[in-house]
């Protein structure tokens, strides 16, 4: 029971902070845009909806239970479905994301320097960093303690190493084929 309880808790904190990231970045850049239209286009946000968020999901849910879980107390009957600590990660990272990606979307034609066809590089470039950011943040979400060791246990659970890869290998092939679209 705490392991799925666990499962659930970690898919909610990284779908929710996916989400709240990704409706900011809409808005932020579609309110910003003399033509009223988002970096990321539709098939973009169903892409990382669809295909990034069912494999994390699958990836977070096959975390196996450690022996350490049996020492922890049951929750609750009436315990928060989020903690603080999820909370305060959600809130976090979710800062964190937007801000890099809010630059990248603003200044990364100046940054990088590119010539004419910069509005494409830079949507391309903000997908990019926006889909590693969700990489990064399902790795992160593997622990919901205060504990910083992000990576314990995880080279033991091959499904998610092996569904990470496989959502990666996906979103690289989306990636190239806009590039030469």
């Known amino acids: 029971g705490r392991c799925v309880?666990?499962?659930?808790?970690?898919?909610?904190?990284?779908?929710?902070?996916?989400?709240?990231?990704?409706v900011i970045i809409t808005i932020v850049s579609a309110v910003a845009s003399d033509e009223e239209e988002s970096v990321l286009s539709a098939v973009q946000l169903l892409w990382i909806n669809?295909?990034?968020?069912?494999?994390?999901?699958?990836?977070?849910?096959?975390?196996?239970?450690?022996?350490?879980?049996?020492?922890?107390k049951p929750d609750a009957k009436w315990a928060p479905l989020f903690s603080v600590d999820m909370i305060k990660q959600i809130i976090g990272q979710s800062m964190y994301q937007v801000i890099v990606i809010l630059i990248f979307h603003?200044?990364?034609?100046?940054?990088?320097?590119?010539?004419?066809?910069?509005?494409?590089?830079?949507?391309?470039?903000?997908?990019?960093?926006?889909?590693?950011a969700q990489i990064f943040n399902?790795?992160?979400?593997?622990?919901?303690?205060?504990?910083?060791?992000?990576?314990?246990?995880?080279?033991?659970?091959?499904?998610?190493?092996?569904?990470?890869?496989i959502g990666q290998c996906l979103f690289s092939l989306y990636s190239v084929w806009k590039l030469t679209a």
């Open 50 to 72: 669809i295909i990034m968020d069912t494999f994390a999901a699958l990836a977070l849910a096959t975390d196996p239970a450690s022996p350490a879980l049996l020492d922890r």
């Open 138 to 165: 399902s790795v992160n979400c593997r622990r919901l303690d205060n504990k910083l060791n992000i990576f314990e246990g995880m080279l033991r659970n091959w499904y998610f190493i092996a569904i990470t890869l």
């Open 106 to 132: 603003f200044l990364g034609a100046k940054i990088l320097g590119f010539g004419s066809e910069g509005d494409a590089h830079v949507q391309t470039l903000v997908f990019n960093a926006f889909v590693f």
């Open 5 to 22: 309880n666990d499962a659930v808790r970690k898919f909610l904190q990284f779908q929710i902070l996916t989400n709240v990231t990704a």
